[in-house]
């Protein structure tokens, strides 16, 4: 029987706890840019924002392109999967900020969090996966989750079409998720598929935002700034996370998020969840954590 050695397992103990903290801090850097976003009032138009976005997170990223070889890393093979993700990614985009302007933080981060859900559902369309009557079961009750959130019963105040849109970016989310993955499995670089969202989407919203451009104010510029530096930071460190450590131990720690925007919205804008919310939330965030329990199950059997 081989004895392990102790100085290689209490290293990839010390590997395994800096990916946690990395994927807890990029929890929590996406929340300040989910701050930065609710901060601008809606005041800047959606498509100006999403273009900002990307393009002030271009100098975080662009160094990854330098070091991957400058634009030859940009060579693909797969332009439809790009252009799939980049629809599913903008349109994530779109609706999450959307959402920030118009809901609680912590209501758009739990709805977010619906995207496991939408997962399961297109990966039976588009990978032909099979969902046992557990993982359906889990999937059920997530949006009954969502229901609650509602509050079916009527007295809430919550922004039905505001909650609407942001649902439908959790299933932009799960779509870009899938061609990632897709992409990936048939060889494709992590640089080129970051960068090519990055470009793609900093053009198009541009030519959205072009004919209603406004210009912002100093403190709308450094929000603006802010949220694209911070976002792509966040986004750096969760891969960094992800190539520390193995998906199964970190994914759960991303739904530190609830934490996070939770204690920012309550800081900020005295945001508590009420009865219906949490609940919601509860129920929502149990689903997502069971699904990924059991995709976890299914990988070590296969």
């Not at 997530?142 to 922004?159: E, I």
């Not at 060889?187 to 990055?198: P, S």
């Not at 989407?201 to 959205?208: G, P």
Request: hydrophobic content about 60%; charged content about 10%; some cysteine.
């Amino acid at each position: 029987m081989d004895i392990p050695d102790p100085q290689a397992h209490a290293a990839m103990r010390r590997a395994r706890r800096r990916a946690v903290l990395l994927i807890v801090a990029a929890a929590a850097v996406f929340s300040v840019s989910a701050v930065f976003v609710k901060l601008l009032g809606g005041e800047i138009p959606l498509a100006q924002l999403v273009f900002c976005r990307n393009i002030f997170a271009l100098p975080v990223l662009l160094p990854l392109l330098l070091r991957a070889g400058g634009l030859a890393a940009l060579r693909t093979r797969h332009p439809g999967l790009h252009a799939l993700r980049l629809a599913g990614g903008l349109g994530g985009m779109f609706g999450a900020f959307y959402g920030y302007a118009h809901l609680p933080l912590a209501t758009v981060t739990a709805l977010g969090f619906t995207m496991p859900l939408f997962l399961t559902l297109l990966a039976i369309a588009f990978v032909g996966e099979r969902v046992g009557p557990r993982r359906g079961t889990a999937v059920l009750v997530g949006f009954m989750g969502v229901l609650l959130m509602t509050n079916p019963f009527g007295g809430g105040s919550a922004d039905l079409f505001a909650m609407l849109l942001v649902l439908l970016s959790a299933v932009g989310w799960a779509v870009a998720m899938i061609t990632i993955r897709k992409m990936g499995a048939a060889g494709e670089r992590n640089v080129t598929i970051v960068l090519w969202f990055a470009l793609a989407s900093a053009a198009i919203s541009l030519a959205f935002a072009a004919p209603a451009w406004i210009w912002p104010t100093a403190a709308q510029w450094a929000l603006l700034v802010g949220i694209g530096l911070v976002s792509a930071l966040a986004q750096l460190l969760m891969t960094e996370g992800y190539r520390r450590g193995e998906p199964t131990l970190l994914a759960p720690f991303e739904y530190s998020a609830i934490l996070w925007t939770t204690a920012l919205g309550a800081i900020v804008w005295a945001e508590l969840p009420d009865g219906w919310d949490l609940a919601g939330i509860i129920v929502l965030v149990g689903s997502g954590l069971y699904i990924w329990h059991r995709e976890v199950a299914l990988g070590i059997r296969r």
